[in-house]
């Protein structure tokens, strides 16, 4: 008898995790890191664990003060992107895509109530609110 078949055999008795469960926990914490605001996935971004794709283009298309302005929302929307419905295409339908494209919102309004007050928060949320439509209307569906 070899000496890996009493671990093979303890795996099956105990539930070793399978291809489709160790899927559905990665799914799970893609799922999860697109979910938490931009200051927690710039966190959980500083270990980078495998296997997502974890490369950004920060806001494409944007004025450039835009784009510094909102880069940390826009690293967590091209995480999703990459990993859920492209690349890793983890959860790649329409239904996560708008799930990806609201967390982008959600954080774009957010860094416009943490660094502007007044008339100029309400300036910001024009412009993403402008960002969220214009990602809701050219890029193309998952499914």
Known sequence: ???????????????APSAASASTAVERQAAHLGAVDYHAF???????????DWSTDGCTATPPAWAATFDGPCQQHDFGYRNMGHGLR??????????VDRRLLTELRRVCGERFAAIEELRCRVRARAMYTAVRLFNAPWS
């Open 42 to 52: 710039q966190f959980a971004k500083t270990t980078a664990p495998p296997p997502f």
């Open 90 to 99: 983890l959860r790649p339908t329409e239904a996560a895509r708008l799930a």
């Open 1 to 15: 008898m070899s000496r890996s078949l009493p671990l093979l055999l303890a795996c099956a008795a105990f539930g």
